[in-house]
Every structure is written in C-alpha cells, then in structure tokens.
C-alpha cells in the first residue's frame, strides 16, 4: 500500500497557469483519511510552497529548493548548507556572464542585490521571503542553493562551460531552459525524499512520485511508482514505472484519484 506521495510542483502538478486544480483539496482530504503523506518537491523556496497550501500546509512535506531543505509543516527538518568560500567561488563564474540574473537562496530568505530590483515580478513567482541587499557579502544565514536566470531562455547553453569552472564539492541542474540551480553536490530532491522514507519508516516500494524536468530525476529513482508526465523530457520517461496524462490534462490528480478508488494500493 502506497503511504508517501511526492509530486514536483511546474510542468507536473501545476497547471500552464502555474495554478493547481481546486478539486486536490478534496483529493488531499482523502490521502488523508487512507494515511497517505503527501509531499511537494519543487526548486520554489519553502516559504511560497507553504503560503499556496495553506490551510493544509501543516499536514504536508516540502522538499523545498531542489532537494536542499525539508520540513514537515512548519517544523524545519535539515538544510543542505553550501560552505561559504564555494558559494563565492560559484558567484564569481556566474557574474562572467553578464545577462544573468541570480539569487542567493538561504533557509531565512532568499537574497537579490539591488541593481536587480527590475526582476521583482520573476523574484514573486518563486519567492515571498526575498530581500534586496547592496552585496551578498552582507547575507548572513545558512546559504543552500544560488538560482540563476537567463531572460534570453539559454541556459542550456551556458551549462558545460559553468560546469567546468564550479567546484568540484558543487553541481549544476536544470529546470526548463531559464533556470539553473548550484547546489553541493550530493543535493537533490531523491536525497531529501530518501531522508523523508527513513523518517517516516515508509520503504521505497510504499512511495510514488511524479515529475518532467532532470531535477526530478533522482526523485523518481526514491520510490519503486515513479511516474513521468506526458510533458516530460525523455530521459524522465525512459526511467519511470509509468506515464501520465501531461499536466494540462492534471495527470497527477488522475492518478491519486485512481489510488484513492483502490484504498491507497497500485492495480
């Protein structure tokens, strides 16, 4: 019997209006009573994921910033802490490439210098605890992740030659073709997923996940039912149990509308 449920958030849950379908409170109420833990997985700071599910948030797990912090509710679980001097390593590659737009992320906020104040309206899709800051020498807080953006949607292009340069201890994925995260190494969504099962003693074969993009990669690789989007890239479809209507067509909620019809077991 299924007992955990991860879902990454763009591409998958989320519809082409980065809206999800108001009929998963229902669904949401329904894992619930067959004591099915759901769990969201995106790149999206923590803070947003918790403020768009509210009034459910307490009885969700976020695995928040492409796998690098985790919590249950409002209880903060484990942050994957970047060392400082491969953060300022990493800074230093970045800023080579004028046109991109990076943020600083940290398990207290999220932070952008203010010469980038003009990218506030993309700083809201993902963020509401941002501050803008003069240099992020200034930061104090534990750093997990640097999100960098690319307004010309190149970033593919920029990945080997970013790749070369970082720190061995540090690694680079992708979300579309605008984002790019740095994050240590070992960081990932499959990571935190994993730390979630021993923490909440549910075995992989108990687990289901879906997602479209390559930082959910190692998340399908957590749990025996993965599934991939129809919209998903096909390095996902190649490796997932099984395919789901695209996220358009609320591919997720027709599968845990199918779980919930045979009482939280796979047919």
């Known amino acids: 019997m299924i007992k955990l449920v991860a879902t990454d958030m763009d591409g998958t849950f989320l519809d082409s209006k980065k809206e999800f379908d108001p009929k998963f409170i229902d669904i949401f109420h329904e894992l619930n009573k067959l004591h099915i833990k759901f769990v969201v997985a995106s790149g999206q700071q923590y803070y947003r994921l918790y403020q768009r599910f509210i009034p459910m948030s307490e009885d969700i797990c976020f695995i928040a910033e492409n796998g690098t ?12 802490e970047i060392r400082r001097d491969l953060v300022n390593q990493a800074i230093d590659i970045i800023e080579k490439t004028p046109r991109l ?3 600083m992320c940290g398990t207290k906020a999220a932070y952008i210098e203010k010469k980038y104040q003009s990218y506030e309206y993309e700083v809201k899709k993902y963020y509401c605890m941002y501050e803008f800051v003069d240099s992020f020498d200034e ?15 190149n970033i593919k292009e920029l990945l080997a030659d970013v790749l070369s340069q970082l720190p061995k201890e540090l690694k680079t994925v992708t979300s579309g073709n605008e984002w790019m ?3 240590n190494k070992e960081a990932n969504k499959g990571l935190s997923m994993t ?21 959910d990669y190692e998340l399908l690789k957590s749990v025996k039912y993965s599934y991939a989007m129809d ?11 099984g395919i789901v209507p695209s996220n358009i067509e609320q591919g997720v909620l027709i599968k845990l509308e199918e779980l919930i019809k045979n009482k939280g077991h796979i047919k």
């Open 69 to 80: 912090f985790v919590a249950m509710g409002s209880q903060k679980l484990f942050a994957n």
């Open 101 to 103: 737009f990076m943020i």
């Open 139 to 153: 930061v104090d807080d534990e750093i997990i992740k640097l999100a960098i953006y690319d307004p010309d949607y």
């Open 181 to 183: 995260d740095i994050t």
């Open 195 to 215: 730390f979630l099962e021993e923490y909440l003693g549910v075995h992989p074969d108990e687990a289901m996940a879906f997602g479209d993009q390559m930082n």
């Open 231 to 241: 919209n998903a890239v096909d390095e996902i479809k190649d490796i997932a149990y």
